[in-house]
């Protein structure tokens, strides 16, 4: 097997056309690679799009109000990820006049990049022999050479990336690198491979031993935290209350309603008594929405209404009129409940 000819043989005639691939500027690259974790290619095109535009330099991005690229962000979640490019694009711009580090270890020690988002910008942005290692990349080394370490465990990701480097072409590692992700992405896909169509049909291991459907392995799942949320919306003729979520925890830094989070699911009766002690006030209605699933957490989000203002205020909240969200980064759990408000979509319970 010639693996990198193979795999990039393939790439030429089936890749994508994406623009992030018809430029080596490292800050383009860079932002692509941080919008495109936990994200899928279509819902990122246009965040990508949206931020060369309103961002076209590193120099642009660092000397942003943060409030106004987190409300760019809005809708793609994870906002540490914007966070964490505000902080790097200053740092770049203090520490290297706002010209992009060339080397893999200047562009690792940038916040927000790991070991996969370094080699990616170093192998794309310079040609750089340093090998990715992502989930499509784990998930095609561990089939077609029917690797049964977990992916999750240290000997493993040593293993695998020990693998990938021996496997990198030095002359062009970007075509390779991009080549053996789009070959995850289209071909070797997580539950449908195209095996009877593949360039490795005949020396695939996984193929050949059956375990296909095993491999990748991984160790430990997850443990999920449940949450539950319930927001209070205080509606004073067009008034509302806003505040913003200020510590270390998700959507820090956007703005929500008020929050009364408890600490597991209590009747609806028992939260009403709970606000009226700490609020002096009874809610009108109520909606209950769906979970908000994010990677680690569920959470559960209940909305109450009321049609006064609280008597005592806290010194954080915000008054705003007439429902004026735009100005404000808000998460996906409040923007959904606007949504099917505005759509007449919500399911409202009368108290
Ligand atoms: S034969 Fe199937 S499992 Fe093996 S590399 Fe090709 S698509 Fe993946």
Request: charged fraction near 25%; charge should be neutral.
């Amino acid at each position: 097997m010639n693996f990198s000819r193979q795999i990039t043989d393939w790439y030429r005639q089936n890749k994508r056309e994406l623009p992030w691939r018809q430029t080596n500027n490292p800050y383009f690259i860079w932002l692509s690679e941080i919008i495109l974790q936990q994200t899928r290619v279509a819902q990122g095109m246009d965040y990508y799009l949206k931020f060369i535009d309103h961002y076209p330099t590193v120099s642009d991005l660092a000397n942003a109000d943060e409030q106004d690229i987190l409300n760019d962000w809005q809708g793609l979640g994870y906002y540490s990820r914007a966070r964490n490019l505000h902080a790097a694009a200053k740092f770049i711009q203090s520490e290297y006049n706002g010209v992009f580090p060339s080397d893999y270890n200047s562009i690792l020690n940038l916040k927000g990049v790991g070991t996969y988002t370094a080699s990616a910008i170093a192998s794309f942005a310079f040609n750089l022999p340093h090998a990715v290692v992502d989930g499509n990349v784990y998930r095609v080394l561990s089939r077609i050479f029917d690797i049964s370490l977990p992916i999750d465990s240290n000997e493993g990701q040593k293993t695998f990336n020990q693998i990938a480097d021996e496997l990198l072409s030095k002359e062009n590692p970007s075509l390779h690198n991009q080549a053996i992700m789009e070959f995850g992405a289209l071909q070797c896909t997580p539950s449908t491979p195209n095996c009877s169509d593949c360039t490795f049909h005949l020396e695939c291991l996984a193929l050949k031993n059956g375990t296909l459907s095993e491999r990748p392995i991984k160790k430990g799942k997850t443990k999920i935290r449940n949450r539950y949320f319930h927001y209070l919306i205080f509606n004073n003729g067009n008034e509302t209350i806003l505040q913003k979520r200020i510590n270390k925890d998700i959507w820090q830094h956007l703005y929500e309603f008020p929050l009364l989070e408890v600490d597991q699911e209590y009747k609806i009766e028992e939260i009403k008594k709970l606000i009226l002690e700490k609020f002096q006030i009874n809610p009108i209605r109520y909606a209950i929405q769906k979970k908000h699933i994010l990677s680690h957490q569920h959470i559960y989000c209940t909305y109450w209404e009321f049609d006064a203002f609280p008597k005592k205020k806290d010194e954080s909240w915000i008054i705003i009129k007439d429902y004026t969200f735009s100005n404000y980064p808000i998460p996906r759990a409040i923007d959904r409940y606007l949504e099917e408000k505005n759509n007449s979509k919500q399911q409202q319970l009368q108290l």
